[in-house]
C-alpha cells in the first residue's frame, strides 16, 4: 500500500460544484501539502499544513480550501469549480526532523467541464 | 527568496547515450537539494537528496547528482540512459528549520530514442 494516498484518483465535474479531495498518510510525517502539476508550469503550491492546527496559503491558494482533519489527513476543496482548476493535483507528506524530504501521493487528476 | 531553474524544457538522447540534466539554484546559505523523477501517469519518485557531506551523490536507477557551491549548480546525471528513464525530471531546493518549504523547477522532459 502507497504510503500516501489520494481519493479520488480521477474525477470529473462540472463547473460550480463542490469537489473535494482527500489525502491520508500512513508515514507519521507533522507536515502536509497540495501541489497543483500544470504542463510547462511545474509544481505549484496550493496549502500546506505544518501541524494539526497549522493552515497556511502557498502560492497559488485563490478557489481552494483545505481542512487538517488529523495527522494523517488532509484535504483539498473547491468550492466552485472552474474549467481552469482542471489539472492533476498532488498530496504530499515531510518531516522537519529528516530534512523535509518531500514524499508525494500519486496523484489525483481532476477535469472540470 | 529560493529559487530552481531548469533551464532545459526537453532533452532528447539515444538510448545507450549519457545524460546531463541542468538544475541552478538561488538560496542564501548551504542548500538542500533535491531530484524527483515523474513517470507518465505516476506520482513524483525521489530519486537523490543532497543535504551536507560529499558533494557528489548516488540515487536510484543509476542516477547521481554533483553539488557545485561556486555555480549554484546540483546536476543530475546517468553514464548510459535506458528507454525505461523517459520521464519528467524536477529538481527542488529547500533548507534546514522548521519554515523552509521545497521550491520545485518547471521540470526537464526525457525524450529517449531507441
Known amino acids: 500500500d502507497a504510503d500516501v494516498t489520494q481519493t479520488p484518483r480521477n474525477r470529473i465535474t462540472k463547473t460550480g460544484k463542490r469537489i473535494m479531495l482527500e489525502c491520508s498518510q500512513t508515514?507519521?510525517?507533522?507536515?502536509m501539502y497540495w501541489y497543483r502539476q500544470d504542463p510547462g508550469l511545474g509544481l505549484r503550491l496550493i496549502y500546506y499544513?505544518?501541524?494539526?492546527?497549522?493552515?497556511n496559503k502557498g502560492e497559488i491558494s485563490d478557489g481552494y480550501s483545505v481542512s487538517r482533519q488529523a495527522q494523517a489527513k488532509f484535504s483539498l476543496s473547491l468550492e466552485s469549480a472552474i474549467p481552469n482548476q482542471t489539472a492533476l493535483y498532488f498530496c504530499?507528506?515531510?518531516?522537519?526532523?529528516?530534512?523535509?524530504?518531500?514524499?508525494f501521493g500519486e496523484g489525483s487528476w481532476l477535469t472540470v467541464v | 527568496a529560493q529559487s530552481v531553474t531548469q533551464p532545459d524544457i526537453h532533452i532528447t538522447v539515444s538510448e545507450g547515450a549519457s545524460l546531463e540534466l541542468r538544475c541552478n539554484y538561488s538560496?542564501?546559505?548551504?542548500?538542500?537539494l533535491f531530484w524527483y523523477v515523474q513517470s507518465p501517469g505516476q506520482g513524483l519518485q525521489l530519486l537523490l537528496k543532497?543535504?551536507?557531506?560529499?558533494?557528489l551523490v548516488q540515487g536510484i536507477k543509476g542516477f547521481e547528482a554533483e553539488f557545485k557551491r561556486s555555480q549554484s549548480s546540483f546536476n543530475l546525471r546517468k553514464p548510459s540512459v535506458h528507454w525505461s528513464d523517459a520521464a519528467e525530471y524536477f529538481c527542488?531546493?529547500?533548507?534546514?528549520?522548521?519554515?523552509?518549504?521545497?521550491?520545485f523547477g518547471r521540470g526537464t522532459s526525457l525524450i529517449v530514442h531507441p
Open positions: 543532497y543535504f551536507s557531506g560529499d558533494t
Open positions: 499544513s505544518f501541524d494539526v492546527k497549522d493552515i
Open positions: 504530499a507528506t515531510s518531516d522537519v526532523n529528516r530534512e523535509n524530504t518531500i514524499y
Open positions: 508515514k507519521g510525517h507533522d507536515r
Open positions: 527542488a531546493v529547500g533548507g534546514p528549520g522548521g519554515s523552509y518549504i521545497p521550491t
Open positions: 538560496y542564501g546559505a548551504t542548500p538542500y
